[in-house]
C-alpha cells in the first residue's frame, strides 16, 4: 500500500514524464489488426482514478507498463477475438453498439452547444419571468364541497355531517353522491384539490367562486365551515381539508435548475433538428405494415402471435378483499 506522500510523488512522476508527448501517434502495444498509440494510452491512463493508480505500481514507469499490461493488451485481445467471432452480429450486441454511438452523438452536440455559448444569464431571465407560477405560489386551502340548490338544503348537510364524530367522512361521501347538485364532483367526495385565493385549482378546467377560500380560511385544517357559503345561484357546504403554505422561489435559488431545463430543451431542438436532416439524407423506406406482425401485450411484452380461429384465454382476476379507507371500504 502506498503512503500518501509516495503517491504525491506518483502523481507527481506521471505529470513531469508523459508518455511520448512528442509522439503521441507512436504505436505502443499492437494486436492483429488493432493497437493503441502513446497519446491513446495517456489519455487513458490521466482519466483513472488515483486509487486504481496505486494499485498499478509504485512508480510513473511501473504505472504506465502495468496499464499497458493488465488493461490495454487484454482489451485489444478481447476486440480482436470477439471481432474474428463476429458478437458484433449478434442481435443484444448490435443494440449495445449503437446505443454506444448514438451517446457520443448526443455528447457530440452537447459539447457543441456548450462551446457555442450554452444557456446566457439573459435565457435564465427571460425563462424564470415568463414562468413566475411555477416558482412563486400562493397559499392553497384543499377543500372539499357539497353544492345545492339552496341555502336550507345546505343547513341541512351542515346538521347532518355535525352529528356524527366518529367517521364524518363515510357520511360526507354519501351525502356528497346523493345530494351534491355539481355532477362533477359529487362522485369523488366534492373534492375540489387546493383551492387559490383568486378561485383557481390545480385543475386549470376548474375554477370556483372565491368565496369558498375566504370561508375557509377562517376555519382550521380538519374544520367545517358552519355556515353555507352562497356560490352564484347555489350554495356551497365547506369542509376545509387541509393547506399549503405559499412558496416564493427568487431567480438566485432556481438558476441551476433552469439552465438545466433550457440546456436540456436546447439539445432536445438540436437532435431533433439532426435527426431530421439524418433522416432526409438516409432513410430510404419503411415498412409500417410489417408492425402487424409484432404482438406485444398490455404490459409491453412481445407474445408469441396467436393463430386464425384460436380464441385468446384470459387468466380470472383475483378478488380483492375491501379494505377500510377514510371514504370507507374499497
Given amino acids: 500500500m502506498l503512503t500518501r506522500a509516495r503517491f504525491a510523488l506518483l502523481l507527481a512522476g506521471l505529470a513531469a514524464a508523459p508518455l511520448a508527448r512528442a509522439d503521441g501517434d507512436a504505436v505502443v502495444v499492437r494486436v492483429g489488426s488493432r493497437s493503441m498509440s502513446a497519446g491513446e494510452v495517456e489519455r487513458r491512463v490521466r482519466a483513472m482514478a488515483p486509487f486504481q493508480l496505486a494499485e498499478l505500481g509504485k512508480s510513473a514507469s511501473e504505472v504506465k507498463r502495468a496499464f499497458v499490461d493488465r488493461v490495454v493488451a487484454p482489451e485489444l485481445l478481447y476486440a480482436e477475438e470477439a471481432e474474428s467471432r463476429k458478437l458484433s452480429e449478434l442481435p443484444h450486441v448490435a443494440d449495445r453498439i449503437r446505443e454506444v454511438l448514438r451517446q457520443a452523438l448526443e455528447n457530440e452536440v452537447r459539447e457543441s452547444l456548450a462551446k457555442d455559448g450554452g444557456v446566457t444569464a439573459l435565457d435564465v431571465k427571460r425563462y424564470y419571468d415568463e414562468n413566475l407560477h411555477r416558482f412563486n405560489t400562493p397559499r392553497r386551502i384543499k377543500i372539499w364541497r357539497i353544492l345545492t340548490a339552496d341555502e336550507e338544503s345546505a343547513k341541512k348537510v351542515i ?36 383551492v387559490h385565493p383568486d378561485g383557481k385549482t390545480e385543475t386549470p378546467e376548474v375554477r370556483v367562486d372565491p368565496a369558498l377560500f375566504v370561508a375557509a380560511d377562517q376555519v382550521k385544517d380538519g374544520e367545517l365551515v358552519q355556515t353555507p357559503v352562497k356560490e352564484g345561484e347555489k350554495w356551497a357546504v365547506v369542509w376545509r381539508r387541509g393547506s399549503m403554505p405559499a412558496v416564493e422561489r427568487t431567480l438566485a435559488q432556481e438558476e441551476r435548475t433552469i439552465r438545466q431545463i433550457l440546456m436540456r430543451k436546447k439539445l432536445q431542438d438540436a437532435t431533433a433538428e439532426l435527426l431530421a436532416s439524418l433522416e432526409k439524407s438516409h432513410v430510404k423506406g419503411k415498412s409500417a405494415d410489417l408492425l402487424a406482425l409484432v404482438e406485444i401485450d398490455p404490459m409491453g411484452d412481445i407474445v408469441e402471435r396467436a393463430r386464425p380461429g384460436v380464441v385468446p384465454r384470459h387468466k380470472p382476476r383475483a378478488t380483492g378483499s375491501p379494505r377500510a379507507s377514510e371514504r370507507g371500504l374499497r
Fill in 159 to 194: 346538521q347532518e355531517v355535525r352529528k356524527v364524530v366518529a367517521e364524518p367522512t363515510v357520511v360526507w361521501t354519501s351525502l356528497a353522491r346523493e345530494r351534491s347538485v355539481d355532477k362533477a364532483t359529487h362522485m369523488r367526495d366534492g373534492n375540489l384539490g387546493f
